[in-house]
Nanobody, 123 residues
C-alpha cells in the first residue's frame, strides 16, 4: 500500500522560510512523480511543483519561481518543498501527492495524497 505523510508546516512572517517534508512508503521515487499541491480557503487545489525521474522539475505557479524548490531523496523515499521569501498569498494547506509516470498539474491524476500540512504567512 502506498502512503504519504507530509509535515513541516507552521506559521511564519512574510519573508520567512519553511521546509515541508513528504515521507513515502510502498513506492519508490524511481518510478513515480511527486508533486506538491496547495489549497487556500475558498479556492481550488492547485499544483505548485512536481518532480519525476522522466521530466525533472516542473514549476506550475509563476509566483513561486525563484522562491520554492522541490527535491527528493530516493534513498530515503523523501520529498521536500523548500519555501523561501514567503508571502501571505502562500497561505494554504500544502499536500504532497504521487502518481506513476509523468508529472501532471491536474490533481485528479494523483492516486495517493498526504494528509496536508498548514502553512500560514502573516504580513
Amino acid at each position: 500500500e502506498v502512503q504519504l505523510a507530509d509535515s513541516g508546516g507552521g506559521s511564519v512572517q512574510a519573508g520567512g522560510s519553511l521546509r515541508l517534508s513528504c515521507a513515502a512508503s510502498g513506492v519508490t521515487f524511481d518510478d513515480y512523480a511527486i508533486a506538491w499541491f496547495r489549497q487556500a480557503p475558498g479556492k481550488e487545489r492547485e499544483a505548485v511543483l512536481c518532480i519525476s525521474p522522466r521530466a525533472g522539475r516542473i514549476t506550475y505557479i509563476n509566483s513561486v519561481k525563484g522562491r520554492f524548490t522541490i527535491s527528493s531523496d530516493n534513498a530515503k523515499n523523501m520529498a521536500y518543498l523548500q519555501m523561501n521569501n514567503l508571502t501571505p498569498e502562500d497561505t494554504a494547506v500544502y499536500y504532497c501527492a504521487t502518481r506513476s509516470g509523468y508529472c501532471n498539474p491536474a490533481y485528479y491524476y494523483y492516486h495517493t495524497w498526504g494528509q496536508g500540512t498548514q502553512v500560514t504567512v502573516s504580513s
